[in-house]
């Protein structure tokens, strides 16, 4: 299902719900995977979106139809996959897939195919694929799968919607934004969320280069990290503060040498933050932070509230 995506691929699932809403499903989509391991997946999970008989009345799932049953049997005769034979997709294989398509579709009145690597296309196939794309037949949508879209001929590009996936990130990783985030915070609707996890993974680089940045440089993060942090972070301090303390329980965790909790990706800088630190300096920290994220509810200046944690943390003895 697409809905699995959701939190995954936040932008592209967005994408293709509004262009469902809006009845404006172009006849050509060009995937770029960026390295994302699961992309015909996705596109097979696009695909079974796009010809649910149900997704105009009914956006979220469909409890599994009979078509979309079908489709996952790997039974249903209107969508196709193509994929190299060899090292090329091969122009036969194009040409069956027109003779396919000129017969009229036994259920529903639309078909899909999938090209999983574009960039295999040889001369004579890709020509084929442009007449398919230049001359669209109402009720029949590309779907073409390629890592990077410069891999792909302009010609055939300029055809296409691009639309590009996220490279996934470790697990762990991902599980961070999702729990702790949503349960820290009050969402009025799906869009805050969707917009807050657009840039949770951006958010926390930052968060992690400020915390590794004040134990090295110390007092030095008031001049010169402060002010282009609270430009990320002014409405999200609160959250930004538990992120601090996740991070330093994860500290806590690789000193006692016990299973990192949130921030498994982040060995290395955890790893050198625990070098400097000790289990009672890091108990200092988080209790600071904890001190301090309360004064964030009372709307304390948030300029004030930063020098603030770096002079109070600066003060915890190693
Ligand atoms: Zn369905």
Redesign the pocket.
Known sequence: MLDEYQLEQPIIYKTILNAIKKDTITHAYLIELNGYSKGLDFALSMA?FLL????YTNLKQ????H??QTIDDGNFLEIKIIKPDGQWIKKEQLEELQQEFNRKAIVGNQKIYIIDGVDHLNTYSANSILKFLEEPVPGIIAILLVDNAYQVMKTILSRCQILSLKKEKNKEYDTLPTKQLLANFSFHNQEEIDNFLETADEKIEVMIDYITYFEKHGYQSIIYKNKSFLEVFKSDLFLVFQWFILYYKDVLNYILNRHLEFFEQEKDTIQEVASQNTVLSISKKIEILLTLSEKIKYNINSNMLMDKLIIELMEVKK
């Open positions: 079974k649910c008989p149900h997704h469909c409890q599994d139809c078509q979309c």
